[in-house]
C-alpha cells in the first residue's frame, strides 16, 4: 500500500488549504500539561485549522478501569466533529501534532473507527510546517452548525480487557506493545502505578514508524514476520493513543485488516493487577 494512501505532504495540504471540502485539525498535546496543547493553538496553527483535545476531545472521562484515556462518548464526539464541519466519508480530514504522530493517529483511527475514512496525516506535523515557512495563524474558524457527522462505530476494531486475558501467550494472535523499549522491559514506568508487560507480547515502539524529524519512515523489515500470517495483530500501548501510531503503519503496509487496538492499554491491564 502507497505511504501516500493516509498521509498528505506539507507542499500537498499548502495547495488544498482553500478547498472548502478539506477540515484540518490541531492535534498538539503534552501529557501531563492538558492546556499546552490548545495555548499553542491560540498563539499559532494552520491556517483555518481546528483543535481537539486529546483528554476533553478524543477520550471519555478516566474510570476505575478502562485506562487513563478511554475511547470518547461516540456521540458527543460525533457532534463535535459536525461544528467542524466534517461531513461523513465526504470531507477531506488532515491531522497534525508535533509528537511523531502520537495524537494525530489518535484522531486518524478514531475517524475511521467511526466509518470516516477520508482522513490523512500530515507527514513532518507542525514543525515540518514551520521549517518550511508555510503560513500560520492565530485566527479561530467559525464552526458549522448545519453540518451533520452519522457516527458508524466498527466495533469489531476493539478487542477489550476480556478477550487479552482470554489469549494470554496464545500462538493463535500476536500482541503487540507499542511503547519504548524500557517501559515494554519493565525498567521504568514513568505513568501507571505498575512497571511491566503483557504476558506474551512482542515489542514495536511507535516511534520506530518516523525518524527524528517526524516525518514518515518505510522500513521493508518492521512488519515482515507479518506479512504471510493469517494470525491477528493487537496493538496496545500505555492507554490507545500512541498504539495508533503502529496501526498506522500497519495500514501503509497493507496489514491493517488483520489488526485491533486494545484501547485501555497497560493502563487498564495494571489497573486489574492493583484493584482489590
Not at 471519555?60 to 474510570?63: E, H
Not at 504476558?199 to 515502539?205: E, L, R, T, V
Not at 516511534?207 to 524529524?213: D, F, K, M, P, Q
Not at 489497573?271 to 482489590?276: E, H, I, N, R
Given at each position: 500500500?502507497?505511504?501516500?494512501?493516509?498521509?498528505?505532504?506539507?507542499?500537498?495540504?499548502?495547495?488544498?488549504?482553500?478547498?472548502?471540502?478539506?477540515?484540518?485539525?490541531?492535534?498538539?498535546?503534552?501529557?501531563?500539561?492538558?492546556?499546552?496543547?490548545?495555548?499553542?493553538?491560540?498563539?499559532?496553527?494552520?491556517?483555518?485549522?481546528?483543535?481537539?483535545?486529546?483528554e476533553?476531545?478524543?477520550s471519555?472521562?478516566?474510570?476505575k478501569?478502562g485506562?487513563?484515556h478511554?475511547?470518547?462518548?461516540?456521540?458527543?464526539?460525533?457532534?463535535?466533529?459536525?461544528?467542524?464541519?466534517?461531513r461523513?466519508?465526504?470531507?477531506?480530514?488532515?491531522?497534525?501534532?508535533?509528537?511523531?504522530?502520537?495524537?494525530?493517529a489518535?484522531?486518524?483511527?478514531?475517524?475511521?473507527?467511526?466509518g470516516?475514512?477520508?482522513?490523512?496525516?500530515?507527514?513532518?506535523?507542525?514543525?515540518?510546517?514551520?521549517?518550511?515557512?508555510?503560513?500560520?495563524?492565530?485566527?479561530?474558524?467559525?464552526?458549522?452548525?448545519?453540518?451533520?457527522?452519522?457516527?458508524?462505530?466498527?466495533?469489531?476494531?476493539?478487542v477489550?480487557?476480556?478477550?487479552?486475558?482470554?489469549?494470554?501467550?496464545s500462538?493463535?494472535?500476536?500482541?503487540?506493545d507499542?511503547?519504548?523499549?524500557?517501559?515494554?522491559?519493565?525498567?521504568?514506568?514513568p505513568?501507571?502505578?505498575i512497571?511491566?508487560?503483557i504476558?506474551?507480547?512482542?515489542?514495536?515502539?511507535y516511534?520506530?514508524?518516523?525518524?527524528?524529524?517526524g516525518?514518515?519512515?518505510?522500513?521493508?523489515?518492521?512488519?515482515?514476520?507479518?506479512?504471510?500470517?493469517?494470525?491477528?495483530l493487537?496493538?496496545?500501548?500505555?492507554?490507545?493513543?500512541?498504539?495508533?501510531?503502529?496501526l498506522?503503519?500497519?495500514?501503509?503496509?497493507?496489514?491493517f485488516?488483520?489488526?485491533?487496538?486494545?484501547?485501555?492499554?497497560?493502563?487498564?491491564?495494571c489497573?486489574?493487577?492493583?484493584?482489590?
Open positions: 500500500m502507497s505511504k501516500q494512501q493516509f498521509i498528505i505532504e506539507p507542499e500537498i495540504l499548502l495547495e488544498q488549504i482553500q478547498d472548502p471540502d478539506t477540515v484540518i485539525i490541531d492535534c498538539r498535546f503534552r501529557l501531563g500539561q492538558s492546556e499546552w496543547g490548545y495555548q499553542e493553538y491560540l498563539n499559532s496553527h494552520i491556517p483555518g485549522a481546528y483543535y481537539l483535545d486529546l476533553k476531545d478524543l471519555s472521562p478516566v474510570k478501569h485506562g487513563r478511554p475511547l470518547p462518548n461516540v456521540e458527543q464526539l460525533a457532534q463535535k466533529l459536525s461544528s467542524l464541519g466534517i461523513q466519508t465526504k470531507t477531506r480530514v488532515v491531522a497534525y501534532d508535533d509528537s511523531r504522530f502520537a495524537f494525530a489518535r484522531l486518524w483511527w478514531l475517524l475511521r473507527y467511526l470516516h475514512d477520508n482522513v490523512k496525516i500530515l507527514d513532518g506535523g507542525w514543525t515540518a510546517w514551520r521549517n518550511l515557512d508555510y503560513p500560520i495563524s492565530n485566527q479561530i474558524p467559525p464552526t458549522n452548525p448545519k453540518t451533520l457527522f452519522m457516527a458508524q462505530p466498527r466495533l469489531d476494531w476493539i477489550e480487557h476480556q478477550q487479552i486475558q482470554a489469549h494470554l501467550n500462538t493463535e494472535i500476536v500482541l503487540i507499542s511503547r519504548d523499549e524500557k517501559r515494554y522491559r519493565g525498567e521504568e514506568e505513568i501507571d502505578p512497571a511491566g508487560q504476558p506474551g507480547a512482542i515489542n514495536s515502539p516511534l520506530w514508524v518516523s525518524n527524528s524529524e516525518y514518515y519512515q518505510t522500513q521493508q523489515d518492521l512488519w515482515s514476520a507479518y506479512q504471510d500470517t493469517a494470525k491477528p493487537w496493538v496496545y500501548c500505555g492507554s490507545g493513543v500512541t498504539a495508533c501510531v503502529n498506522f503503519s500497519l495500514e501503509q503496509f497493507g496489514l485488516s488483520k489488526a485491533k487496538l486494545y484501547p485501555g492499554g497497560w493502563s487498564d491491564w489497573s486489574y493487577l492493583t484493584c482489590d
